[in-house]
């Protein structure tokens, strides 16, 4: 592959994204399922334009850091703070749920195992696999739709933020069973001391900005500077404590929330997004589906592992809504942002296959989940909110 | 190498390439030249936290894409249809003088070859290495100061252009002694092919851009889709005629040059520029330099390529513009925003080494070329600006 060939990817998927979403918009479908249809379209699933590639696939993860970057920026942290223990209890309950639920369905299908045997801890890791939740999808929806301010659309995020690293935790505790380098302990430390880091590191930062903001406000640097830090806290969660790059990416967000110029880095930011980043991000995701291969009784597990991972997502996280006051439609509201699934289900589905837990055959079953929730997700959110509108909205 | 690392470097080269550049401003030196001395530090030659990787050059690709992008939407036409003769004129004096002056320095240091000789075809071919400008840097160079839309600037940007495209044509001819599969008339017939095509599409582009602009002004589709169509002629100009990308960029630049939101384009694709792509262009630069291996003998030619390659250009092109009524300093002015060279000499020289007409050890002298006149160019415009400021000037 030449050097420029990947101009014409580009040129196809910002015009493919934007027509598409616009084709979105005209039904009434969020702009973002129009986005990833595009990528469905030109990816091999229809036409076979073009393919995944390292690039695009660097280009993506780049996109969805700065929407999760955004997303921190446009946070409330008084409203954060109220809602932390809301998010948490809701985050477990959107793990646990899941985790139970697909190691049941595994065991459903394939039987039940001794406790400790190989099936045993096969059913347990295809549980881990659905824990993950991935909300840049439906940061972007919310905020498409105006809601992401909101008490709920708060609440989805920092829970979904959460669940990531409970995520993590309960995926190290599967696999320190069969991997003797991977300790529950240190992983656990590991997430201590991010959120230690984070903390220390995050106030002093914040104190620089506030600065460097007081003496140049709306400078070029402030929004750049801005960018260098997410940058860095992104690779720093991934590279040292093993915690997703979009967690760090939003904590860094969360960390300059509140500097004087947070409304204006955020502009800079989205331009490049809805550019440049965010549209690759969007079209990948349907670039990377490819169903070939795809044969009757996987068909079935696969349908089956879509539909269980996104109804305990929606039940767990909905009930346990339920307990902290929020009416019906919100719980739904609640289950429904968190049911999206990403790259962090993948990268899990990978860990296992390299340590001979699961084989080849269950990706399809991830990329169908991702897919259906991906589409279902901003659909579903938009037909509640269109039903039962949130009056605190605020874009 | 992870996917995550990636992040890191991008950290470093945003806040290394604004922190140099605040520095470069401190001592009166253009922005870009603290950029590039940003990639100096960060790369092999002093520091070297990093290294040149292939995301980073493509990232760096997509950056001075978007600089000649932005600089052909910043065109006025009917300056541009003057200035025509005149900036083809410049480019041809502009590629001619190099061209000789580079064949006389190597037969002058290895000896003059008879004509048709082995010794002689390297010769040109070293000439032919010193005719393309690279105009990405000067654009921002004047940008920056104001001077890009005066008629100095409009013609030091078309001339610069045109000579890319005289460049090709002599390369082609030098080439087609040696290499059976280049023919001249093919080339030639490409480049007239090239702008017959990029007449009529840009004709019906324009009229499609209008249209959709006068529907829809001011909606984010209109630099998306504007996008789209620079990142296609780019590709398109570089795989189906042997064009530079960066001149597909320009056209598509000028063909939007006169929509009605064309400033609202430009608007969104700096942001683009200035946040992202262009700090990684000219850090890019800075990286990939590096001097391991150099010798003696090697340095000597080295420095004596570097002077005549700058030397001839600032000749070449000015005194030729001296016939077109320009002042003394304007001549000078153009002479010296032609001096820079950049990938395209690197392009050649692969080119020539493919062919096995030169050894690796002229990238070298090519590199150190690259480095210098990056560097030279902007001090010296910027000093002759600061001298005689052009009257005419507008942001």
Redesign the interface.
């Known amino acids: 592959m030449?050097?420029?060939?990947?101009?014409?990817d580009?040129?196809?998927i910002?015009?493919g994204?934007?027509f598409m979403a616009?084709v979105a918009r005209k039904v009434k479908a969020p702009m973002v399922v129009g986005e990833i249809v595009a990528g469905l379209l030109l990816g091999p699933c229809v036409f076979g334009i073009m393919g995944p590639n390292?690039?695009i696939?660097?280009l993506a993860?780049?996109g969805v850091?700065l929407i999760m970057f955004s997303a921190g920026l446009e946070t409330n942290l008084a409203e954060l703070k109220k809602s932390g223990l809301r998010a948490f209890v809701i985050a477990c309950a959107g793990v646990f749920v899941p985790f139970v639920c697909g190691a049941l369905l595994y065991s459903c299908v394939y039987g039940f195992s001794s406790f400790g045997s190989e099936g045993f801890f096969k059913a347990l890791f295809i549980g881990s696999i659905m824990t993950a939740t991935s909300v840049g999808i439906t940061v972007e929806v919310l905020k498409e739709l105006g809601y992401l301010k909101t008490k709920v659309g708060q609440t989805i995020l920092s829970a979904a933020i959460i669940d990531d690293v409970i995520g993590i935790i309960v995926l190290t505790f599967v696999l320190s069973f069969k991997d003797p380098k991977t300790k529950l302990a240190t992983v656990s430390l590991k997430v201590l001391m991010f959120l230690a880091f984070s903390f220390i590191l995050g106030y002093l930062f914040y104190r620089a900005f506030k600065l460097i903001d007081e003496r140049y406000p709306h400078t070029?640097?402030i929004?750049?500077?801005a960018?260098?830090?997410?940058?860095?806290l992104?690779?720093l969660a991934?590279?040292y404590f093993g915690i997703a790059?979009i967690t760090g990416a939003y904590i860094a967000g969360i960390i300059l929330c509140n500097v004087r110029d947070a409304a204006y880095i955020d502009r800079?930011?989205n331009?490049?997004g809805?550019?440049?980043f965010a549209?690759v991000f969007f079209v990948s995701i349907g670039l990377k589906t490819s169903f070939n291969g795809m044969k009757g009784s996987l068909l079935a597990f696969s349908i089956g592992f879509v539909l269980v991972a996104m109804v305990s997502k929606l039940i767990g996280c909905g009930l346990i809504s339920k307990c902290f006051g929020f009416k019906n439609n919100e719980c739904v509201k609640i289950g429904a942002g968190m049911m999206t699934r990403g790259e962090v289900a993948l990268i899990i589905t990978n860990k296992g296959m390299a340590l001979g837990m699961i084989d080849a055959s269950y990706f399809t079953a991830v990329i169908l989940l991702i897919i259906v929730s991906s589409i279902g997700t901003p659909l579903l959110l938009k037909a509640l909110y269109s039903k039962y509108p949130d009056k605190e909205a605020s874009a």
């Open positions: 030449k050097n420029y060939d990947i101009l014409m580009l040129a196809l910002m015009v994204a934007k616009l390292s690039f696939s660097q993860e780049i850091i070029r640097r929004p750049i500077m960018m260098g830090l997410c940058f860095a992104a690779y991934e590279a790059d800079k930011v331009v490049n809805y550019m440049f549209p």
